[in-house]
């Protein structure tokens, strides 16, 4: 495997991952952030983000000397053969995503190019989920950056499908790798970088190793841009019939999870992404789809799928609203544990979860909610300041008329349900907004289940 030099622009969930599991693989690698309180942190080893395995990968390529943390891109794109953009996309007022991180980065590349004298080509990789055509216009702002000198680049796209809470692995033995480009070079530089996880050639303590080889796929530009949006649509697609399904199973006493089992085995099918509940949130699925809307919008095309998609997903939560209702009749002086407050469990990142929505009407509607969370505490507390956020979820469970399963960690699957029972207030109601608990077993002990489509 031939050593090369890395630059990662953005240390956050996808670039910090990439930067310390290509390290990890061999590679030289330049992590850039504008955040210059983080890269002193991670210069010593201090990982600003809960993801598993993460701090010890980071561990591994200091010691080794193979990462580094810096504030200075022109230095990077001087030194480096690959350089990775992985800024934030957020969404902007209209749902599409704000290209601003990622045109700033691609015009202080275009700036700092010259400086790179005879050296080959710099491979520009857009990591950053971006609308189709950004690489085109990642490469214009590069040019506008150089401001008319003669400067060597390729710009490729290399979409990230890493879930959060296991990024690392998902890192290392990820289903494919998509590669957008129409030049050659660049995507042999790029099969050349990603060579130890194509092969799998790369030591680990999986026995047996989870994967044999991994597929590298090359498209066009558009294409690779496009697969992405397309992957989490889809995803987003998924969950959202399956919570058509339950809403239908609950009209006519069926149950779910037994069908989201009988359908899941049919291997055109899957049996993954088929878990009825609240619906899906977090930093890629809510903007990512509404980014894919907007780029039909844009064409004029009406997006039917997509858009029934978002609305259903929007009706789970009014339905976890109104499931209290149901029992409680008004919500006003009536107390509510949120059960986990990520928008998924193994992770930090409370961006778009739906906790966040659940605890802000809750409140309005006069409830006192309190949030319990094994991680993110700080975290919700700053984004919803009415919700008083515990560390034990017995205490937030202590005197509670209902509580939500919001997020399935494991602290909150494994609650003894005979000492829930005994600390909640009548009518003890528990909303299963994710279907992890046996109703039976729950019920025994004296609680009132409502999960989602089970009847
Ligand atoms: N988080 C995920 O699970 C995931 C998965 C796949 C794809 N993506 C995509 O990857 C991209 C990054 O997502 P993330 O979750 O890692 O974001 P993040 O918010 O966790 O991290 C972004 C980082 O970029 C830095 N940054 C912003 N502007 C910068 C600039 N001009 N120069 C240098 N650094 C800058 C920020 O300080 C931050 O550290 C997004 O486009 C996202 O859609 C994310």
């Not at 193979?66 to 480096?80: C, G, H, K, N, Y």
């Not at 010259?114 to 710099?122: F, M, T, V, W």
């Not at 009014?318 to 992770?347: C, D, I, M, W, Y």
């Not at 739906?354 to 309005?364: E, F, G, M, Q, V």
Request: include cysteine; hydrophobic fraction near 40%; charged fraction near 25%.
């Amino acid at each position: 495997m031939r050593r090369l030099e890395v630059g990662i622009v953005g240390t956050g969930y996808v670039g910090l991952v990439t930067g310390a599991c290509l390290a990890h693989l061999g590679h030289s690698v330049v992590c850039v952030d504008i955040d210059r309180e983080k890269v002193e942190s991670l210069s010593r080893g201090e990982v600003p983000i809960y993801e598993p395995g993460l701090e010890e990968v980071v561990g591994g390529a200091l010691r080794q000397e193979r990462i580094s943390f810096t504030t200075d891109l022109p230095a990077t794109v001087e030194r480096v053969d690959v350089l990775f953009i992985a800024v934030s996309t957020p969404p902007g007022e209209d749902g599409a995503a704000d290209l601003s991180n990622v045109a700033s980065v691609a015009r202080e590349i275009g700036a700092s190019l010259a400086r790179r004298g005879e050296k080959s080509p710099l491979v520009v990789v857009n990591k950053s989920t971006v609308p189709v055509g950004s690489g085109d216009y990642v490469s214009m702002l590069i040019e506008e950056g150089a401001e008319g000198r003669d400067v060597s680049y390729y710009v490729v796209s290399n979409p990230e499908f890493l879930r959060e809470g296991s990024a690392v692995y998902d890192t290392l033995f990820p289903d494919r790798i998509v590669i957008g480009t129409d030049s050659r070079e660049a995507s042999e530089a790029m099969r050349e970088l990603y060579a130890p996880i194509i092969e799998q050639s790369f030591p680990t303590s999986y026995d047996p190793r989870p994967k044999a080889a991994v597929p590298f796929i090359v498209t066009d530009l558009a294409s690779a841009e496009m697969i992405k949006y397309a992957a989490n649509a889809f995803l987003a697609t998924k969950i959202s019939f399956i919570n058509e399904v339950a809403a239908i199973c609950d009209l006519v006493g069926a149950d779910v999870t037994n069908v989201a089992h009988g359908i899941g085995l049919d291997s055109r099918i899957g049996s993954r992404f088929l878990s009825a509940g609240i619906g899906w949130g977090g930093s890629c699925f809510p903007k990512d789809v509404s980014a894919l809307r907007s780029i039909a919008r844009e064409y004029d095309y009406e997006s039917t799928i997509l858009d029934a998609v978002v609305a259903v997903n929007d009706r789970q939560l009014k339905q976890v609203v109104s499931k209290l209702q149901r029992e409680l009749h008004t919500l006003k002086g009536k107390r509510v544990a949120l059960l986990g407050l990520t928008f998924k469990p193994n992770t930090d990142d409370m961006r778009e979860a739906p906790s966040l929505k659940i605890a802000r009407t809750l409140d309005s509607l006069g409830a006192r909610v309190v949030g319990y969370d094994p991680v993110a505490t700080g975290p919700a507390s700053e984004a919803v300041p009415q919700m008083k956020v515990v560390t034990d979820p017995y205490a937030a469970l202590s005197g509670a008329h209902a509580a939500v399963v919001v997020t399935e960690w494991d602290e909150v699957r494994n609650l003894d349900p005979k000492q829930v029972a005994g600390l909640m207030a009548a009518p003890k109601l528990v909303v299963d907004g994710r279907n992890v608990l046996d109703p039976a077993s729950v019920e025994e002990r004296g609680l009132l289940y409502r999960g989602f489509g089970r009847g």
